[in-house]
């Protein structure tokens, strides 16, 4: 699914990306996911999103003025009980754009490392299962951990 998006998002959006990947839990071989496919795409300015909407649009993203912030844009997929893909525009080389591939990267590359955080997201998921902003600042101590391991 994500091989097939890349090509839509690549033909829609044309010079305005420099760089896509496939990112979240569903990149990582071996880790639990939901079926929802997580998208990073770098452009050269975060002000080119405003060129990317309408292509976006096209596609069945949803632009939404309150998800832009000043590390990211974010563009949802899919009806809203049950998004299909999330998509992250961010600047190309920002911290956002490499410490989500390095971490993506590591988990990859550690399955030891791979499990504990799926071992924390279900730990999660079972304790914030309607708070989905506590479940995601549950994760952050254990992705800085991984970032610290990665730059080693």
Excluded: C
């Excluded at 990582?28 to 050269?44: Q, R």
């Excluded at 911290?95 to 550690?110: P, V």
């Amino acid at each position: 699914m994500y091989e097939t998006e890349e090509r839509e998002l690549l033909g829609a959006l044309g010079s305005v990306i420099l760089d896509i990947e496939h990112i979240g839990s569903t990149s990582v071989p071996g880790l639990a996911a939901k079926p929802l496919i997580d998208i990073i795409v770098s452009v050269s300015s975060l002000n080119d999103y405003k060129k990317a909407i309408k292509p976006l649009e096209a596609l069945g993203y949803e632009y939404m003025p309150e998800r832009v912030f000043s590390d990211r844009v974010f563009f949802p997929k899919g009806p809203g009980e049950n998004r299909t893909f999330h998509l992250s525009l961010v600047e190309k080389n920002s911290k956002q754009w490499t410490e989500t591939l390095i971490f993506r990267d590591y988990l990859r590359s550690h399955p030891q490392k791979r499990d504990e955080y799926m071992n924390l997201k279900e730990d999660l998921a079972q304790r914030f299962a309607d708070d989905r902003k506590s479940y995601t600042e549950g994760k952050d101590a254990f992705i800085k951990s991984v970032l610290v391991l990665a730059a080693k």
